[in-house]
């Protein structure tokens, strides 16, 4: 018998892959069930290194169906939910709100929901761990104070809306239910498995076709960069070790304008394809901004470093350097993540640049 039964949601995902690997390699006691719908943005191809492990089980299904969530529920006898199944593109909120509603949304009401029936009161024991982002806080000026867990909501696109709604379920089942629970709100992740709509594979695989980088606006927003693997190990760690009803900021304390991370990516690639420095400078291309665009986001992560312990381990040059590595030597797999219905997307985006 397992020590214990977690639930991940969204495993085959970007940041939930990373989640999988770290939990099924670090407790072979525990059995780790991934749920995922596996929309154009899960692949069981990220896990293929995980999927024989015999502490690993996958299941396809989606979030939103709480029937058959409680009945999963009750097959393995979960006690910890780590939740991160969600539309996770701001652009695509932008052009389909709904889609977000109903599964960043419903979903993660039907989630709870589903725990609380089959939980029913019985709570030692039991964690649900809500997966957010810093979007929630809304954006700052360049010389605002980052963000921290006491911040004011303030989302701006349908995505940061639909999670700042998925956060407040969580804590009125909390609140009103006594559900353990705790909230994670992270800023940007990069690193390996990333699919190639996001800024950093974006730019790497344009590089590498010779594609314009579209950069919008000016440039001048920022985010603050994390190494995918240090968050997979924040939420090891807040999973845990973190207090119930609490929520923890997650931050790379890294903050780049963009324009300075695609001069970044462009002298990583050209460097480790041989090319001469500045050789894919000239594809740089200022596009229109995406609407509603937030200025900048910084995380104050100093409560989960103070209580916790945790702190990024790898840097921004060691982290990019390693994701460009990686994409270089997985070219078959973004191929594959970039045929099709990619395609269509990336033509009624960029149109044909
Ligand atoms: P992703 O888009 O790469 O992966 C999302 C996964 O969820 C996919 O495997 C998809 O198939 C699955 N999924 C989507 N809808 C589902 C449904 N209805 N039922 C079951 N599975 C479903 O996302 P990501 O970038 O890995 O983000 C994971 C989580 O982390 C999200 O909740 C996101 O809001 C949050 N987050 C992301 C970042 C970031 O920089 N990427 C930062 C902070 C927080
Ligand atoms: O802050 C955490 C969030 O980070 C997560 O909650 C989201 O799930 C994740 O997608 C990410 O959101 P961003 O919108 O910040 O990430 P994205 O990679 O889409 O964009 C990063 C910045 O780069 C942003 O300011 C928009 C800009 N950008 C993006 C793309 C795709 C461009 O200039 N050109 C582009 O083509």
Known sequence: MAERNILITGGAGFIGSHVVRLFVGRYPSYRIVNLDKLTYAGNPANLADVE???????????????????????????DGIVHLAAESHVDRSITDPFAFARTNVMGTLSLL?????????????????????????????????????????????PYSASKASSDHFVRAYHDTFGMPTVITNCSNNYGPYQFPEKLIPLCINNILHRRAIPVYGSGDNV???????????????????????????????????????????????????????????????????RKGHDLRYAINASKLADELGWRPKVSLDEGLERTVRWYLDNRAWTDSVTSGEYMRYYEAMYGGR
């Open 52 to 78: 024989r492990c015999p502490n690993y089980t996958f299941v396809k299904g989606d979030i939103c169906d709480m029937e058959s969530v409680c009945d999963l529920l009750l097959r393995y006898e979960i």
């Open 113 to 157: 929901e589903a725990a609380r029936r089959q939980w029913d009161g019985r709570y030692d024991g039991k964690l649900f761990h809500h997966i957010s982002t810093d979007e929630v806080y809304g954006t700052l000026g360049p010389d605002d104070t980052p963000f921290s867990e006491t911040t004011a909501y303030d989302p701006h696109s």
């Open 223 to 289: 985010r603050d960069w994390l190494y995918v693997e240090d968050h997979a190990r924040a939420i090891d760690t807040v999973f845990h070790r973190g207090c119930p009803g609490e929520s923890y900021n997650i931050g790379g304390g890294c903050e780049r304008r963009n324009i300075e991370m695609v001069k970044g990516i462009i002298e990583t690639v050209d460097r480790l394809t041989g090319k001469a420095p500045g050789t894919s400078l000239d594809l740089i291309t200022y596009v229109a901004d």
